[in-house]
């Protein structure tokens, strides 16, 4: 009896004792955890001081930017040449989430005259497309407020080519949903896809858009009646981006996928016609130019391939070059108008320029820097005033920024 009583009571101790260290270490993993979130808080502002300690040493002042909707902010950057042809003309903040898209819209041949800047669009995980012009500063349309045309948070936007009144914009709703942006209506949601879409394109001259998503597909569409013509399916992983390669080659589809491969598709037949593979990490950005095919990808790398013979033209390490941060990602990539500039978005908060027809390689112009968070996406335009390029970025920290050529 004394014995067992002995037992017991040694139970109970020992229960006590390992319920004394259980807290404990509960109470340590917490501070390991706190301490540890405040390190990388020290680190993400440590960076941001010096990024901003640098353009301070640099910074010139914009004396011709008009006050308005937006922070003035004075140009800064670099490049590889010691000249940086942009400058910050405004941060526009009309989002209340990350902007994860953004797209200008080119008005045709003889109507954009009458306005200084074309005008573009956002979309955002707030889950609203807005509508800013940049002349007028202020947000002219919104789309997805109402009650019967709400959607979830969106991944990416575009205009249609050969409709003027429409716009397209994908959601991790798994829905694609189209616009006549000018009347403010939704049009249509098109359901086809099993998981989040990610990406969206529009070709140059047919009634015709391409949709990539988490699901392993890019799917055709008819988007003006509503129904699918192909669904392109050889993907291994998610694909994140999708682009028609112009009239040049007006049935190829290029697509960017996680498992670090770019595919062209031929649209006719769902035949891979080229497997590109390079990358070494997700391929996050995809865009062509006349000849030129362009991906962006988590390994940090700007591949730049010649759509004639699909073989590897340049190849920028965006992690080593001259002021290159080592953990830089490259997200979207857009040419310019003329195809002779290449942006890219990365996750280092900065948008990296590049001459893509400098030879032996393509040359890096400007280093755009400010955004306190990724940047997703850019946007290209031209000021018909002074036929100077302007670029527009999109970033996690919710803003947008307004570059122009000077």
């Given amino acids: 009896m004394e014995f067992d009583q002995a037992c017991k009571k040694l139970q109970d101790s020992v229960g006590s004792h390992l319920a004394d260290l259980q807290r404990q270490h509960k109470q340590l993993a917490g501070k390991c955890e706190q301490q540890t979130r405040e390190i990388q808080n020290l680190q993400s502002e440590n960076r941001r001081l010096k990024e901003e300690n640098a353009r301070l040493q640099v910074a010139q002042p914009n004396t011709d930017a008009r006050e308005g909707a937006g922070t003035i902010e004075p140009a800064y950057g670099s490049s590889t040449s010691g000249e940086d042809p ?25 109507h954009q005259n009458q306005h200084e800047h074309p005008e573009i669009a956002t979309a955002s995980w707030d889950a609203t ?37 429409i716009l397209g914009c994908t959601s991790c709703d798994k829905t694609v949903y189209l616009w006549d942006h000018k009347e403010g209506t ?15 394109d529009f070709h140059s ?11 392993c597909k890019v799917i055709i569409w008819d988007f003006q009646e509503g ?28 697509t960017c996928c996680f498992d670090q491969k770019t595919r062209i598709f031929d649209m006719r037949d769902k035949q891979v016609v080229a497997l590109l593979q390079t990358h070494t990490d997700d391929v996050i950005g995809i865009d062509y130019t ?22 590897l033209m340049h190849k920028i390490d965006t992690k080593s ?20 500039r290449l942006a890219a978005a990365c996750s280092s908060g900065r948008v990296l320029v590049y001459d893509v027809e400098s030879q032996p390689q393509p040359n890096r112009i400007a280093d755009l820097s400010g955004h306190t968070d990724c940047v997703f996406d850019v946007a290209w335009g031209v000021n018909k005033q002074t036929n100077k390029q302007i670029l527009v970025s999109a970033s996690h920290d919710h803003t947008l920024r307004y570059w122009r050529e000077f």
């Fill in 86 to 110: 942009f400058r910050l003309e405004r941060v526009i903040q009309i989002h209340d989430a990350p902007v994860h898209s953004v797209t200008m819209r080119i008005p045709e041949s003889g």
């Fill in 321 to 340: 070059e001259p002021g290159a941060i080592a953990e830089n990602e490259v997200k979207r990539v857009q040419f310019s108008p003329d195809g002779k």
């Fill in 290 to 311: 006349k000849d030129k095919l362009a991906t962006g990808s988590d390994d940090g790398l700007i591949c730049i391939w010649d759509t004639r013979n699909f073989k």
């Fill in 205 to 215: 001259s047919q009634q015709v858009m391409c949709t990539a998503s988490d699901d």
């Fill in 227 to 254: 129904i699918t013509l192909r669904t392109l399916d050889k993907h291994t992983k998610a694909v994140y981006g999708a682009c028609f390669l112009g009239q040049e080659n007006q049935y190829f589809v290029g």
């Fill in 186 to 200: 939704m049009k249509t949601k098109l359901v086809g896809h099993q998981d989040e879409v990610n990406g969206i």
């Fill in 129 to 165: 497309v807005k509508l800013y012009n940049l002349a007028s500063e202020e947000v002219v349309k919104v789309l997805g407020t109402q009650e019967d045309s709400k959607m979830g948070g969106l991944y990416s936007v575009a205009f249609a080519k050969t409709a003027p009144n």
